[in-house]
């Protein structure tokens, strides 16, 4: 008989072949130096995945490499051709990278908007282009895009990210119909504001600015309009990560996944 008053796991739970589910996949995270991508790189590991950390910042992603065991490559995904060379033969592909520039549109250098759909749209789709031949050959791959709440809203002053991550919700849509046959997901995991060291560096300048504690920054300007006064924390994102990754979710796939809080429902 089982208790059925008990909670059902969820997406950071420990579940079947948890620690050892992932062995014998190969991933590849971009953006793995810190973070979100140093968040994900760890959980996948620790489910026995073999990962390659990728990041543009050597000394970061190395140490990431080191401390979880596994290898690196110093890559600047402005570059699409050296993006997709690591996308070749892997089971797991999570596109993660990101930058962020704030202006408005008629102010908007053309040269930035050009360099952020390169990084978090063209680089992303040389890397999917390059891993899917392998996963259809192997009858299995996950693909995760760490999209964001701005994938599926706007804000104003962001359009080249705007832009961008709604770019990456397409193409991940577009892969997901593609590779359904093939036993490859394709899915979108859309966090709001995150712990990471851009957004506690924008938190400690806007309470420099404004000459308020840093916790009334994160409240008032930050999560204003979001339910849940917190900022989500990496590793939550890395437990939605990991979880698309295992047993019991071949069927999901084309999806988006928010994580901000209550933001999106207003």
């Known amino acids: 008989m089982t208790d059925s008053s008990a909670p059902a796991p969820g997406p950071g739970d420990p579940g079947p072949g948890d620690g050892g589910q992932l062995t014998g996949r190969r991933a590849v995270v971009t953006g793995a130096g810190s973070g979100i991508g140093a968040a994900v790189a760890r959980g996948l590991a620790a489910a026995g995945a073999t990962v390659l950390a990728v990041d543009r910042d050597a000394e970061s992603v190395e140490a990431v490499a080191t401390e979880i065991g596994s290898s690196s490559a110093v890559v600047d995904l402005s570059d699409p051709d050296a993006a997709a060379q690591v996308g070749e033969d892997t089971d797991i592909v999570v596109n993660n990278a990101g930058m962020q520039h704030v202006a408005p549109v008629h102010q908007f250098p053309p040269e930035t908007f050009a360099r952020i759909l390169t990084v978090m749209v063209q680089s992303p789709f040389r890397i999917i282009r390059a891993a899917l031949p392998g996963m259809y050959t192997r009858g299995w791959g996950r693909i995760i895009n760490i999209s964001s709440a701005h994938g599926l809203r706007a804000s104003p002053f962001k359009s080249a990210y705007v832009t961008a991550k709604h770019g990456l919700e397409g193409l991940s849509k577009t892969v997901a119909l593609e590779a359904a046959t093939h036993g490859v997901t394709s899915n979108c995991v859309c966090p709001g504001y995150v712990r990471t060291p851009l957004v506690e560096q924008q938190v400690a300048e806007q309470a420099v600015q404004h000459r308020v504690p840093r916790e009334q920054v994160i409240e008032d300007v930050l999560l204003a309009r979001t339910p849940v006064k917190r900022l989500v924390e990496p590793d939550e994102v890395a ?28």
């Open 239 to 266: 437990a939605l990560a990991v979880w698309l990754c295992g047993p019991g979710t071949s069927s999901i796939t084309g999806s988006s996944f928010p994580m901000d809080g209550g933001w999106g429902a207003h």
